[in-house]
């Protein structure tokens, strides 16, 4: 068996929310929820990054969501600067699971996992934010290109994986690093890597699943404490 892809369209507030879903061909694991770049910069759910993040997921047996930002592809509304966008990602970590493609798949207490590129990533971390605060934070939460010093990016868990390109003339490192030594969050460098990690996507892909699965170990070993 092969993994599965489908386009599909979900409610959300202001309309229709456009997403590529993918179930591998196995038990899933859990569902990844992934954001891509600013819209109004060309972002779209087929960003060569975000479908890099979607497929580090998938390989591990991971549902990989992308959806289209609002105002994007078949989305509807228009860009919101970031709220409206961390609404209805909130909207689809709620409906995913429900969903029959997912419900019939996905083994009970199954966990939820962001992640998201540049934009995204300012989305995923308030997201991230929102479900701790209901006492549901995510297993996992991964940023890449963190979009720190653009937008308001909130504080994250030490346990998140940031990973940003040495060379990013569009987010900085230094921004990145002056944002994350607030709350002690390593932050993985690739040397030479620009913003689109332009031939660096296989070790992109790497560093995600070899991160989630020592996430893995540390949980099952019970050292996995959570630190927010």
């Not at 196995?26 to 109004?40: D, F, K, N, Q, V």
């Not at 720190?148 to 390109?165: C, D, E, F, N, Q």
Request: aromatic share 6%.
């Amino acid at each position: 068996m092969k993994p599965h892809s489908e386009r599909l369209q979900l409610p959300g507030a202001a309309g229709p929310i456009e997403l590529i879903l993918e179930t591998p061909a196995s038990t899933p694991r859990g569902i990844a929820l992934i954001g891509h770049p600013h819209p109004l910069y060309g972002g779209t759910l087929d960003n060569k990054v975000t479908a890099t993040l979607a497929r580090a997921f998938l390989g591990l047996g991971w549902i990989a969501a992308r959806p289209n930002f609002r105002g994007v592809g078949a989305s509807a509304g228009e860009h919101d600067h970031g709220r409206g966008e961390t609404e209805d990602f909130l909207r689809l970590a709620d409906a995913l699971p429900e969903l029959p493609a997912c419900a019939a798949l996905l083994p009970p207490g199954a966990p939820l996992a962001l992640a998201g590129f540049s934009f995204g990533s300012f989305v995923a971390a308030g997201a991230y934010q929102a479900l701790a605060a209901r006492g549901q934070a995510p297993r996992a939460l991964v940023l890449v290109g963190t979009a720190a010093g653009k937008w308001a990016v909130p504080p994250v868990p030490s346990s998140a994986l940031l990973i940003h390109g040495e060379l990013d003339d569009t987010i900085p490192l230094a921004d990145v690093l002056a944002w994350a030594r607030a709350g002690e969050v390593p932050v993985i460098v690739l040397p030479g890597a620009d913003h689109f990690f332009h031939r660096r996507l296989t070790q992109l892909k790497e560093l995600v699943q070899r991160h989630l699965l020592g996430a893995e170990l540390l949980a099952a070993s019970g050292a996995g404490a959570r630190d927010d």
